[in-house]
T-cell receptor, first 112, second 114 residues
Framework: AQKVTQAQTEISVVEKEDVTLDCVYETRDTTYYLFWYKQPPSGELVFLIRRNSFDEQNEISGRYSWNFQKSTSSFNFTITASQVVDSAVYFCALSEWNKLIFGTGTLLAVQP | EPEVTQTPSHQVTQMGQEVILRCVPISNHLYFYWYRQILGQKVEFLVSFYNNEISEKSEIFDDQFSVERPDGSNFTLKIRSTKLEDSAMYFC????????????FGSGTRLTVV
């Protein structure tokens, strides 16, 4: 069965620190997509990235970067030089044909 | 940028009452979804809808739930007789062509059953 594990329930860092959020997934599919979403205190789900299983290149977008490793079934997310506005719950998700399977989320608190 | 619109943003209802949550998906999208997030927990899939019928539903989506696309723009989730445990954030999402194109989520409706 498809499964997404985010072992870190809560992380607290001080502003400007780098932080990595871990995501491990399980799937039998050969083609799949992985996602990261941010959920700020206001509650909406903000799309961050979608990655195809055939594309293992790491991606960087500003202070955000993602490390996809098929060999370890991981899709980790790093925020460089964290800011208070990064405080949110971050969800990793795996596509299963036509729906998303979400992990339990990691609450990131960035202290000033 | 196109958005998925959900109304209302917050609804309070009495236990046993029927409630309808409304969504306007992105106009050229073909796939529609409802997800649920109980406070402090993960986001869970409820149902997917394509070509005017349910394509998949989860165990959560029992006979108390139904979905409808009453016209060309709205997509609704009805809960027939609400229970306290239905209190959650309900997210609508739409997609042009499923996972290949990603999903756009609405900002959610917070349902409180009292």
């Amino acid at each position: 069965a498809q499964k997404v594990t985010q072992a870190q329930t809560e992380i607290s860092v001080v502003e400007k620190e780098d932080v990595t959020l871990d995501c491990v997934y399980e799937t039998r599919d050969t083609t799949y997509y992985l996602f990261w979403y941010k959920q700020p205190p206001s509650g909406e789900l903000v799309f961050l990235i979608r990655r195809n299983s055939f594309d293992e290149q790491n991606e960087i977008s500003g202070r955000y970067s993602w490390n996809f490793q098929k060999s370890t079934s991981s899709f980790n997310f790093t925020i460089t030089a964290s800011q208070v506005v990064d405080s949110a719950v971050y969800f990793c998700a795996l596509s299963e044909w036509n729906k998303l399977i979400f992990g339990t989320g990691t609450l990131l608190a960035v202290q000033p | 940028e196109p958005e998925v619109t959900q109304t209302p943003s917050h609804q309070v209802t009495q236990m046993g009452q029927e409630v309808i949550l409304r969504c306007v998906p992105i106009s050229n999208h073909l796939y529609f979804y409802w997800y649920r997030q109980i406070l402090g927990q993960k986001v869970e899939f409820l149902v997917s809808f394509y070509n005017n019928e349910i394509s998949e539903k989860s165990e959560i989506f029992d006979d108390q739930f139904s979905v409808e696309r009453p016209d060309g723009s709205n997509f609704t989730l009805k809960i027939r007789s609400t229970k306290l445990e239905d209190s959650a954030m309900y997210f609508c999402a739409s997609s042009e062509e499923g996972q290949n194109y990603g999903y756009t989520f609405g900002s959610g409706t917070r349902l409180t059953v009292v």
